[in-house]
């Protein structure tokens, strides 16, 4: 993975910290391809550089290749960009920052979309030594799915929310989706490497990942503080549609049953990852299951933040379908929607990736239960938020004609 193809008998670079290439075209020892006079030497040659260069060469790529240096690199570059996007635009658009944000996390996308696809052999020599040196972890099956998921599903979300700020049209709603998406992936990634196999391993470029969790809270507050949407209703319609009971509201009946059903499938993987002494608990770790056992830590994060947040969220939102005005319901139906698609295919893709370790890996005899179980787990919140934009007269605050005609039918 990530290895340099041979060109022309041209021979490969040092290795990383002294040790032996990662190149199929250098497998030898460094010592066996130094020439007599100490410099690289390939087969049948006698050196291509003039003598002690492998000396002065080998400072220079260990000092490239240092945890610190690749860190500034990234704070440089995603500088540059920022600069670059001022003059370029002339700060027309800079009357909305939000634009900035989402043209430098493009750029991010693009750079995760190159890890992903090089972690899977589709290309290589791009991010080698960034991935080696600075984000080992991004080497698991859960860093290659968030790397996908960043650069697929979120780089087509800035791509709409640069459009529509362009257009000077709202682009409200794709946004809280990208901010469920991005905090869902950015805090289970993080608590899983400060607290997994690979917190050992953490070096300066893991501070690179410190503005995804700064710049969504404050990109967060100035998306819910943009105006909504408001639906053409009258409040004679509002208040009819606020009248009806759950059982003359068929759609909102099962959404309430889906919900009922998630929340406890939450609950049970929760207690499941907290070690349960249950037979169900032990069977479905081991049986159904068993990527939650993995030691990267991040399966057991998620299904903690499944418990502690989502879970809750889920039994507001049955609050939200049973009662009236819950004019806050369609916004974080949003937000969760986003947090719980980007949860469920990391979780559903890693489970099932080659780089996770066999004993890991889901059983072949319970694939298709397992796939289709977080599959329609991940489709519940779609399901809700999508009714909430459907259909949001029932979600609006009560009006003074609402309240009238409620009291005139008491």
């Not at 690749?70 to 670059?84: E, K, N, Y």
């Not at 049209?169 to 990634?189: E, T």
């Amino acid at each position: 993975m990530g290895s340099t193809p041979c060109h022309s008998g041209t021979p490969s670079v040092l290795g990383s910290r002294g040790r032996s290439c990662r190149s199929p075209c250098f497998s030898g020892d460094l010592s066996k391809s130094v020439g007599a006079k100490g410099v690289l030497a390939g087969p049948g040659e006698t050196g291509l550089h003039p003598p002690g260069s492998a000396r002065v060469l080998e400072p220079i790529l260990l000092f490239c290749s240092s945890p610190l240096v690749l860190m500034l690199t990234g704070v440089l570059v995603l500088a540059s960009l920022f600069s670059i996007i001022f003059f370029v635009s002339g700060g027309s658009h800079f009357q909305d920052p939000l634009f900035c944000v989402f043209v430098v996390f493009s750029f991010t996308s693009v750079v995760d979309l190159i890890i992903s696809l090089e972690e899977d052999g589709y290309i290589s020599g791009f991010m080698e030594v960034y991935i080696r040196e600075g984000e080992p972890y991004l080497r698991t099956a859960h860093g290659i799915m968030i790397c996908y998921w960043d650069g697929i599903i979120h780089y087509g979300l800035y791509l709409a929310m640069i459009a529509a700020i362009g257009q000077r049209k709202s682009y409200r709603n794709l946004g809280l989706f990208w901010l469920g998406s991005l905090m869902m992936s950015i805090v289970v990634f993080l608590l899983g490497n400060l607290i997994g196999k690979y917190s050992s391993d953490l070096s300066p470029a893991f501070l690179l990942n410190l503005p995804y969790i700064l710049i969504p809270i404050w990109a967060g507050t100035r998306l819910f503080q943009q105006p909504k949407a408001l639906p053409c209703l009258s409040p004679e319609k509002v208040a009819e549609e606020q009248r009806k009971r759950l059982y003359q509201r068929p759609q909102d009946m099962g959404l309430v049953l889906v919900l009922l059903l998630t929340a406890t499938f939450t609950f049970f993987r929760g207690m499941v990852v907290l070690d349960c002494p249950a037979d169900s608990c032990f069977e479905y770790i081991y049986q159904r299951e068993p990527y939650l056992r993995d030691p990267v830590a991040y399966p057991k994060v998620q299904m903690l933040i499944y418990m502690f947040y989502v879970l809750p969220f889920f039994c507001l939102c049955i609050y939200g379908l049973v009662l009236p005005g819950c004019s806050w319901l369609p916004d974080w139906s949003l937000v969760f929607a986003g947090a719980v698609a980007q949860a469920q295919f990391s979780h559903l893709g890693s489970s099932l990736h080659p780089r996770t370790p066999f004993p890991y890996q889901t059983p072949e005899d319970v694939w298709w239960s397992f796939f289709i179980t977080n599959v329609l787990y991940a489709l519940g919140p779609q399901l809700l938020a999508y009714r909430c934009l459907r259909c949001p007269a029932f979600f609006l605050p009560a009006t003074p004609a609402s309240l009238h005609v409620g009291k005139k039918h008491q």
